[in-house]
């Protein structure tokens, strides 16, 4: 579903990403890991068009992605989650799940898509009516990801979920994962710095390295590679 | 006693043409961050199309409609083509671009009406109501400009409590980045920002305009004034504006009725001063909301 040919992204004089190709299908999960400036980021405000590249594509269903505006990329159907999580804190927890429906539902399906957020985040139902400032980070994660579902998306693209939660917490939130890929056909771009757990949840592993890919592998293959992982993936 | 209830009439009226001008501040500043200080100027501009179409034998009612619907092109035409353009510059850059614009349209108004002062119609009769035995210093026309201001400002509060598109315009006020990653189309929302706030600012230029000495410049003062009221409602909310603009006009009014006149500007800065120093996030800002 995801085609990625040779991407390229320049900030001034900053070569962010070189030559990146890989792809990411329906149900799987494709985890891209790498340290600190890697490109991670890079690559994915580069795929929900926040960053210009400057050479190369990336095709979603055929459909060029790289040259859109994004808008137009999240309307057909790829939900980035940005890093530092993207909660609206002015808003409601319920204001920020709706604000994800317009995009794609029909007026008459809105409510319900909420409404089956709810359920699978009972906590979420419990505080709908909070400003989504006072959410812990915990029920933030849950509320972006449950922001993102709500559009029905067919690809999401999730920047450091686990970032700032605790081991069970980010235990949850992949098995989430896991779960919403296997059933729902969902693709899922999973970018991590905590390598050990994205690896134990994808289905295919890519490490960055100063904007190149060094290695892409089955995630087995890769968590048993000792130089590798003491090279790239700190643990 | 009758000098005191006068006074505090007329501020009333006085602080809704106000409370109108903030209320665009405020729009503008939630849509793109930026200071307007073209508001009162695009109001100016518009009123004088109003005059044009009634010194040519079109009716009242006609030529107010037309200059809203002007003043509300007019702010989606200056946001596609002067601010979007600067987006991602320093912020101050589309703030002095409004400066160039102030000065534009009244250079322009100008040379097409002339600077000089004339009357403007008003709506309705601008003699004080009779309350019992006594007349007030209170007309029809300050009970339309009540109104309309009154109106407006709840029309602009449900379109963002209670709409879909107000959600989606404090959504994308807030955070555009993300909104934009949700679909939302935020250029659109901000042009919409504008041209709102600008058919805000030209009903202040029609409401005010019987009231003063109608050139080119009668706006100047109320803009003052009307950021006065901005800021004491902390620049983010309709409400704080309509409440800012009503403590404003009181305040100049009570100046100018026990003073002088003379003093009415520098009444207002201090005020804003005092506003800026002692809650600088206004009487409803919340310090965490404010965004710098
Ligand atoms: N907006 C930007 N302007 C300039 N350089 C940037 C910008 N964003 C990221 N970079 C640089 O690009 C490289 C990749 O950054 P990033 O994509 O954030 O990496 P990661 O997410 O893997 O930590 C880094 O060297 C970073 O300093
Ligand atoms: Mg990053």
């Known amino acids: 579903m995801l085609q990625v040919e040779e991407l390229s992204v320049r900030y001034g004089q900053v070569r962010a990403l070189e030559g990146v190709s890989f792809e990411a299908r329906d149900g799987r999960i494709t985890t891209v890991l790498g340290a600190n400036g890697a490109g991670k980021t890079t690559l994915l405000r580069t795929l929900s068009g926040l960053v210009r590249n400057q050479a190369g594509t990336a095709r979603f269903d055929g459909q060029p992605l790289t040259g859109r505006r994004p808008e137009i990329i999240a309307r057909m159907g790829v939900a980035h989650v940005p890093e530092g999580r993207g909660v609206i804190a002015e808003l409601t927890v319920d204001e920020n799940l709706r604000l994800g429906t317009f995009s794609r539902l029909r007026r008459v399906e809105r409510r319900a898509a909420v409404d089956e957020v709810y359920e699978r985040f009972p906590q979420l139902g419990d505080r709908r009516r909070r400003s989504a400032s006072t959410l812990s980070g915990g029920e933030r994660q849950m509320l972006v990801i449950g922001r993102a579902l709500v559009s029905r998306p067919r690809l999401l693209l999730l920047d450091e979920p686990s970032l700032g939660l605790s081991p069970i917490v980010s235990a949850q939130m992949m098995a989430t994962l896991r779960e919403l890929t296997s059933e729902a056909g969902l693709g899922a771009v999973l970018v991590e710095q905590n390598a050990r757990s994205a690896l134990s949840v994808a289905d295919w592993a890519i490490v960055l390295n100063l904007g190149r890919i060094v290695v892409a592998d089955e995630p087995a293959r890769l968590a048993a590679d000792e130089s590798l992982r003491r090279h790239y993936l700190g643990f | ?292």
């Open chain 2, 1 to 292: 006693m009758g000098l005191f209830v006068d006074i505090l009439l007329s501020g009333v009226a006085q602080g809704m043409v106000f409370a109108a001008v903030a209320l665009g501040l405020v729009l503008i500043s939630r849509a793109t961050g930026t200071i307007n200080f073209a508001q009162g100027a695009m109001g100016m501009f518009t009123t004088f199309i109003a005059f044009s179409l009634l010194t040519h034998g079109v009716g009242y009612w006609p030529a107010f409609v037309a200059a809203l619907a002007m003043g509300f092109v007019l702010g989606a035409v200056v946001e596609r083509t002067l601010v979007r353009p600067l987006r991602g510059k320093p912020a101050l850059n589309p703030v002095i671009v409004t400066i160039g614009l102030l000065i534009v349209l009244e250079g322009v108004a100008g040379s097409i009406w002339g600077n000089v002062a004339r009357g403007f119609p008003a709506a309705f009769s601008q003699r004080g109501l009779v309350i019992g035995t006594t007349r007030v210093a209170f007309s029809h026309f300050d009970v339309f400009i009540v109104c309309a201001v009154a109106a407006l400002v709840v029309a602009i509060v449900a379109l963002f409590r209670w709409t879909d598109l107000g959600l989606r315009m404090r959504a994308a006020a807030f955070s555009p980045e993300v909104s934009q990653l949700l679909g939302v189309r935020v250029g659109r929302l901000f042009t919409l920002g504008w041209a709102l706030a600008c058919a805000a600012g030209s009903l202040a230029g029609l409401l005010v305009a019987p009231l003063s000495s109608f050139s080119p410049y009668y706006m100047d003062l109320n803009l003052v004034y009307g950021f006065t009221a901005a800021v004491l409602g902390g620049l983010l909310s309709p409400v704080g504006a309509l409440v800012g603009g009503l403590v404003t006009g009181l305040a100049i009014a009570f100046v100018g009725g026990y003073v002088g006149p003379d003093l009415q500007p520098i009444a207002a800065l201090a005020l804003l001063l005092v506003v800026l120093m002692v809650r600088p996030q206004g009487l409803f800002g919340t310090t965490e909301v404010r965004r710098v």
